[in-house]
C-alpha cells in the first residue's frame, strides 16, 4: 500500500520567500517538496534538518535551509495538508 501524499500550501505572505529559495537553493527545496510531499513528520530520517518546534510553536516543524534560512510549517493529517507558514531567514 503506498503512502498517501500531502498537498503542500504557502500562505500568500511566504509565497515570494518560498520562491526566493526555491532559486537560491534548488536542491534543498527539491528536498524539502520531496520530504514534505511524503513523510512531513519523520524528523528521524533528516540528519537534523528538521525539528519540532517546542513551547507556543508546538505544532510547528522547523527545516534548516541553511545556517540563515529556515522553513517553518503545520501538518493537517486528517486533510493531508502541509501549511508553509514561514520561509527564509530567521522569524
Not at 8 to 34: A, C, G, S
Not at 45 to 55: A, E, H, Q, R
Amino acid at each position: 500500500m503506498n503512502k498517501p501524499v500531502y498537498t503542500i500550501e504557502v500562505r500568500n505572505k511566504m509565497l515570494e520567500r518560498w520562491r526566493t529559495l526555491e532559486d537560491d537553493f534548488p536542491e534543498n527545496i527539491r528536498w524539502l517538496n520531496d520530504f514534505l510531499k511524503k513523510c512531513p513528520t519523520n524528523t528521524r530520517i533528516t540528519n537534523g534538518k528538521v525539528k519540532k518546534l517546542k513551547g507556543d510553536l508546538k505544532d510547528v516543524y522547523q527545516y534548516d535551509v541553511n545556517k540563515k534560512d529556515r522553513v517553518w510549517y503545520t501538518v493537517d493529517n486528517d486533510n493531508r495538508i502541509v501549511r508553509v507558514i514561514f520561509a527564509k531567514g530567521h522569524p
